[in-house]
């Protein structure tokens, strides 16, 4: 993952026709201005408690994450978003990621 760029935000849907077998594909629903963050020991710590896996956490800047937005794409890599963080006194949201071991196909919308 770079240091800093742009991310795509998406959501999921099932694009399959009624009663077809499911077709899952990342829709892209806005994009934002992000910073790579460091995890931390504690964050890490309780991930492991959990059995759980943090792979990224990122910075993004100067907007709001709508509610439907549960996938990233960052250079071309596809994260799960696990939780969101919002910094108080700063119009900012961090978002920690758990990178998806399979690719989802992406809608061109």
Do not use: F
């Not at 890490?44 to 937005?69: E, K, N």
């Amino acid at each position: 993952m770079n240091e800093q760029g742009i991310l795509k935000l998406c959501d999921i849907k099932d694009m399959a026709e009624n009663g077809a077998m499911p077709d899952l594909r990342l829709v892209p629903i806005g994009s934002a201005y992000y910073e790579e963050r460091t995890v931390g020991y504690r964050r890490l710590y309780a991930a492991a408690g959990a059995d759980q896996q943090i792979d990224a956490v990122v910075r993004t800047y100067c907007m709001d994450i709508p509610a439907s937005a549960k996938y990233v794409i960052v250079d071309g890599a596809q994260y799960r978003i696990d939780k969101h963080q919002k910094i108080i006194g700063r119009d900012c949201v961090d978002l920690t990621l758990i990178r998806l071991e399979g690719n989802y196909d992406v809608d061109a919308g």
